[in-house]
Each structure stands twice: as C-alpha cells, then as structure tokens.
C-alpha cells in the first residue's frame, strides 16, 4: 500500500554532519504530518522533528538548533539535516508518515524500516 524508503545514514564524527532523507510511495491520495522518531538500544522511541503539510515544524528539545526538517509535497519527501552530531544521537532513525490512501477516507501511520546514524570517534 505504502512504502516508506529512507536513506542516509551512516557513521559520523562527533561535531559532524549527515542528511537523513524519506520518500512515500504507493496508492497515496494525502499525506499529512510526516516525522523523524529515533530509538537507541535499551531505550523508547522518541520523536525527534516533524512537519505538516503546511511547514509548520515541532522539534524535540535535545535537537533544536542542530537538525532542520524539511520536506517536498509533490515529490512526498521529508529530509531532516543534522548538525554538530554528538555520540548521544546515536540511534535508528525511523521516517513516519500519516498517509491517506486513494481508497480510504481515513489516514493512518506508516513506518520506514529504519536507517542507523553512528557518531563516534
């Protein structure tokens, strides 16, 4: 029905920088509020940025200032920029979508696989 692809993760130096992209596709009618959540060993996961269909954006305490989200409505794209990367970032980064499907009148949360962000020196 919907995929949910994300790409860009990978190992990084403390300070450093990475770009995490996501791209919806399938029977898509809508998309409204897409995000970012990530999930370290041991631990919940937690929303890291999002943003509606109109650009308003919701940042998580422990990322503002360092990562930016952003995304493209006809391409069904979110991105989110990360700066100044510490250890404490370390984590699988998951894209969420909440998507209207052409047959539905209803929209529901859909997940990517996951992608791993590293920061280590």
């Known amino acids: 029905q919907v995929q949910l692809v994300e790409s860009g993760g990978g190992l990084v130096q403390p300070g450093g920088s990475l770009r995490l992209s996501c791209a919806a596709s399938?029977?898509?009618?809508?998309?409204?509020?897409m995000g970012w959540y990530r999930q370290a060993p041991g631990k919940q996961r937690e929303l890291v940025a999002a943003?509606?269909?109109?650009?308003?954006?919701n940042y998580a305490d422990f990322v503002k200032g360092r990562f930016t989200i952003s995304r493209d409505n006809a391409k069904n794209t979110v991105s989110v920029q990360m700066n100044s990367l510490k250890p404490e970032d370390t984590a699988v980064y998951y894209c969420?979508?909440?998507?209207?499907?052409?047959?539905?009148?209803?929209?529901?949360?859909?997940w990517g696989q996951g992608t791993q962000v590293t920061v280590s020196s």
């Open positions: 969420n979508a909440l998507v209207r499907l052409r047959a539905s009148v209803r929209a529901s949360d859909y």
């Open positions: 399938g029977s898509i009618f809508s998309i409204g509020t």
């Open positions: 943003i509606t269909s109109g650009g308003t954006t």
